[in-house]
């Protein structure tokens, strides 16, 4: 049973930066791609950013590259999302997947498994 939890969402004000963790409950954690994505209000849920089993490849929406950061650590099954500069259009809420193949992915279809996901508000 693979179980997701998030942490680190919360209020931010423009400018600001978040960092967002992702526990995974995964027995070989190397053997799964990991996302995040994310779900604003009457929007469909689009892909913030994933990264392929191995961490050497990531892949990023265009609207947060030279924003934010992806990245694993497969010794702690941690999966992380470094947020900077954060606008008010990144408010969200933000989902943690994995993915029972090694490979990048960027649909959120190619993901088998979902966390509960965190709310990311950004406002002054």
């Known amino acids: 049973q693979v179980q997701l939890v998030e942490s680190g969402g919360g209020l931010v004000q423009p400018g600001g930066s978040l960092g967002l963790s992702c526990a995974a409950s995964?027995?070989?954690?190397?053997?799964?791609?990991m996302g995040w994505f994310r779900q604003a209000p009457g929007k469909e849920r689009e892909v913030v950013a994933a990264?392929?089993?191995?961490?050497?490849?990531?892949t990023y929406a265009d609207s947060v590259k030279g924003r934010f950061t992806i990245s694993r650590d497969n010794a702690k099954n941690m999966l992380s999302l470094q947020m900077n500069s954060l606008k008010p259009e990144d408010t969200a809420v933000y989902y943690c997947?994995?993915?029972?193949?090694?490979?990048?992915?960027?649909?959120?279809?190619?993901?088998?498994?979902w966390g509960q996901g965190t709310q990311v508000a950004v406002s002054s």
């Open positions: 997947a994995a993915r029972r193949y090694s490979l990048v992915a960027r649909t959120s279809t190619s993901y088998d498994y």
């Open positions: 990264i392929s089993g191995s961490g050497l490849s990531t």
């Open positions: 995964i027995r070989v954690f190397s053997d799964y791609a």
